[in-house]
């Protein structure tokens, strides 16, 4: 959350957080004073330390990025010596986890990585077997950085709120709001796979972006709907912690199923990835529908509904990716003079949004059947031939429909649209998208 948030234990935080030793007395912190400009010297130096702790270190995870770390500095309300404090503190980590990552790339190499980089990119033959056993050792290698990655997380934690003189400052909520992101991450970064259903969502985030000035709940008062939140933080918070070792082992476990070609052990790895998915998507669910509540009492119903719109685009943004008929609109905005054939594509985009919208509410509630009801991954461009009950089958093939009646109306809606300007303007419009998307391409 902006400015509140909530962690998970029954133990208040100042009853068992660490205080660094040398910060125990008030004879420290005047040693502290009379070596500030020591301390600044120190950082200076460390300086280049944390510009590399920016760079992604691939394969080690979980890892703080320093804007995260910023955020957590700042809800700390940390005073001028403690912040210079707790940028020494990230930049031992940012070293600490420099270190990690080049041991797992060691090892990665011990167990094969350059061999398999030279084999598929063709330098080298290997067969099949040797190539995948290769793959998955590498692959395993990378887990062992794991236990010392989260030791060093949760010691940069307890060792930046030991830095807080402040007890009416919210320690519990900030670290774990930080641990939420940090264990969120991962999941966020797949969010346009096809398997990906709301993985990466904080629907405290979702809820400060929807009171935004301007955005559906502005008018709510926040206090309302407290509660809700609260218990979400402390639910999700204990659910994330939980699972996250489990979900890790449970990406590289399916990433070598499918290297192995192992039908049986990818479904496994793919129902355990269900399991640990449910609870989290009920929880936001179940605060998403109570906060709409909320909103359609004391906002309106326009209100609910686009709260609720908010969550399923989060969840599924692969459904509601900017469509080519919405492209064309912008450029007739853009481009063409006639008032009324810039009104009429208003209308036509109305439309369309419209028909769009309903397509995707019912696409989503065809795939969150099959998660949530049958347990199973159902998407477009699944392999059918895994589908082993009828009722899974037959929603397959309504996804597929629904598909399909997506992408006519994306045609028919492009084809409306070109109709309101001239050949010249449709050529001209036509060119100008495809040089768009090859640009996002490249």
């Known amino acids: 959350m902006n400015d509140r948030g909530v962690g998970v234990g029954s133990i208040p935080w100042n009853q068992t957080r660490p205080r660094l030793s040398f910060l125990s007395s008030r004879v420290a912190w005047e040693v502290l004073a009379l070596l500030r400009g020591l301390i600044l010297i120190m950082f200076v130096l460390a300086a280049p330390v944390v510009a590399r702790a920016d760079a992604p270190l691939e394969h080690v995870e979980p890892s703080v990025p320093r804007r995260l770390y910023l955020d957590l500095v700042d809800r700390l309300a940390l005073d001028d010596d403690a912040r210079m404090i707790a940028d020494l503190l990230y930049s031992d980590y940012a070293v600490s986890l420099e270190d990690l990552g080049k041991r797992i790339e060691t090892r990665a190499e011990e167990a094969g990585r350059q061999r398999v980089s030279d084999a598929l990119s063709g330098r080298i033959f290997i067969d099949r077997e040797e190539l995948q056993r290769l793959r998955v050792a590498v692959m395993r290698s990378y887990e062992e950085g794991w236990p010392t990655a989260d030791r060093l997380l949760q010691e940069l934690v307890d060792n930046v709120i030991s830095l807080v003189a402040d007890d009416s400052v919210d320690v519990e909520g900030a670290s774990h709001d930080l641990r939420r992101a940090v264990y969120l991450s991962p999941r966020l970064a797949r969010r346009q796979d096809e398997s990906y259903a709301g993985d990466g969502v904080d629907v405290g985030i979702l809820f400060a972006e929807a009171g935004a000035e301007g955005a559906e709940l502005e008018r709510l008062d926040p206090g309302r709907v407290t509660e809700i939140l609260d218990g979400w933080e402390r ?82 943004p692969r459904l509601f990716r900017s469509a080519k008929f919405e492209r064309e609109h912008t450029w007739i905005a853009r481009h063409v003079k006639d008032a009324g054939a810039r009104s009429s594509a208003d209308a036509v985009l109305r439309d369309a949004q419209q028909q769009r919208d309903d397509l995707c509410r019912a696409a989503i509630e065809i795939m969150l059947e099959g998660r949530l009801e049958r347990h199973a991954l159902v998407h477009p461009r699944m392999d059918a031939s895994r589908l082993r009950d009828e009722r899974t089958r037959r929603l397959y093939q309504d996804l597929l429909k629904n598909s399909g009646r997506r992408a006519s109306l994306d045609s028919d809606t492009c084809i409306a649209l070109e109709g309101l300007v001239t050949e010249r303007q449709r050529k001209q419009m036509l060119s100008d998208i495809a040089a768009a998307a090859y640009g996002r391409r490249r």
């Open 235 to 316: 639910a999700m918070d204990t659910h994330l912690v939980a699972v996250a070792t489990a979900d890790r082992r449970g990406r590289q476990s399916l990433t070598v199923a499918r290297i192995e070609r192992d039908a049986d052990a990818q479904e496994r790895e793919e129902r355990a990835a269900l399991a640990r998915w449910e609870p989290a998507y009920r929880l936001n669910r179940d605060a998403v529908e109570a906060i709409a509540a909320i909103a359609g009492e004391s906002v309106g119903a326009e209100a609910a509904r686009a709260w609720r719109a908010r969550f399923d685009r989060a969840c599924f």
